[in-house]
């Protein structure tokens, strides 16, 4: 276990279904950030949030909706999906700016392996 | 924040020293170098983490020029359960608006 948590490992949901993914870390981290990685691509960045504010969406479907109640829980409400959503998505968490020297990089989660069908 | 070039793949043998260079030719002066391992279905894993010269943990050491337009990632001594892609990452990420920022990384294959 690496410290970020994330639920369910593995999620296989229709195009009409609703679902969402869960992350949690008690690291102390006050940014968390959702990834997307498709087969044989580079990670993708999708939401970042510090301080429970969202302050990045990286032109993200409006299908995939972020929420983060508190600094220690991240959640993917997923909705009306498409087969080419199937991928591992990945939660990070970290300290955000002020940091300085930087501390040692962002903590991973295992990912959630979601196949749209 | 700078982009970074590798090579898509390597391989080695068990036992052997692997060294991974990236070029990072457009770092900034406060930039800093971090390198991630990420095995299949997991998310990435931090390894190291320098500013200049030679960093050194019980993972890896890392290797950056007085130009810092480059930098190597170093394993000594590669094992199987070694075989992952490998990620360089250049930038001041714990300030600014961008979060980390991953390329195609370098796939290493460790063979017996």
């Known amino acids: 276990e690496t410290g970020v948590t994330q639920t369910p490992r593995h999620l296989v949901m229709g195009m009409t279904n609703k679902k969402s993914l869960k992350c949690e870390q008690h690291l102390g981290h006050n940014a968390m950030y959702w990834y997307k990685q498709s087969a044989k691509k580079p990670l993708e960045l999708m939401f970042v949030y510090n301080f429970k504010e969202q302050t990045e969406n990286n032109s993200v479907p409006s299908r995939f909706s972020p929420e983060c109640p508190n600094s220690s829980h991240l959640f993917l409400h997923l909705h009306t999906l498409q087969p080419e959503d199937s991928a591992l998505y990945l939660c990070?968490?970290?300290?955000?700016?002020?940091?300085?020297?930087?501390?040692?990089?962002?903590?991973f989660g295992s990912g959630t392996r979601l196949t749209v069908v | 924040l700078a982009k970074t070039t590798q090579p898509i793949s390597m391989d080695s043998y068990e036992g052997q020293e692997v060294n991974i260079t990236c070029s990072h030719n457009n770092i900034a002066t406060n930039d800093y170098i971090t390198w991630y391992q990420q095995f299949p279905s997991q998310g990435p894993r931090f390894i190291i983490q320098?500013?200049?010269t030679k960093v050194t943990n019980e993972v890896a050491s890392l290797f950056i020029p007085a130009d810092r337009k480059s930098s190597t990632l170093s394993l000594p001594r590669v094992s199987l359960s070694d075989t992952a892609v490998y990620y360089c990452?250049?930038?001041?990420?714990?300030?600014?608006?961008?979060?980390?920022?991953f390329g195609s990384g370098t796939r290493l294959q460790v063979q017996p």
């Open positions: 990452l250049v930038g001041r990420e714990y300030t600014g608006r961008r979060a980390l920022t």
């Open positions: 990070a968490s970290s300290h955000w700016v002020g940091q300085d020297p930087p501390n040692y990089g962002y903590t």
């Open positions: 320098g500013y200049k």
